[in-house]
């Protein structure tokens, strides 16, 4: 399971001409379910998302998270990250979760980034979304697990 996050000053998902998630300050997630992906993961994932310190203190420093100043966090789900581009110039997707499960685990990691109190918005599973942002920093983060 890979979550790729994204330090954002807003963010937003549209789906088929309609706004389905948008938030002001905190983390874009993308997330990737690979095959053999568990909850296990999924809990690390979400728990190491949302302690993770990556916005500034008042010393410009990364020495706060998503809890400690009260960000909000949306969620898109992200097949390609499971993408394999070893091999030639076309990516293969063998390492992906079938459909059903990458769907149950993407809400499970939901669910347990909102047990930590934090505001959760989602993209919708298998849609044609379209993502805007403005990236803080940049500061963007690859997590596995």
Sequence with gaps: MKALLQRVKQAG???NNQKVAQIEHGLLIFLGVEKNDTQQQA???AKKSAHLRIFEDENQKMNLSVLDVKGKIIVVSQFTLA?????????????AAAPDIAKDLYLYFSEQLKSYGIEVQNGIFQADMKVDLINDGPVTFMLEK
């Excluded at 993408?83 to 390492?95: A, I, K, L, M, V």
């Design 43 to 45: 809990d690390y994932l």
């Design 13 to 15: 998902v549209t789906v």
């Design 83 to 95: 993408g394999d581009t070893s091999r030639g110039n076309r990516p293969g997707f063998e390492n």
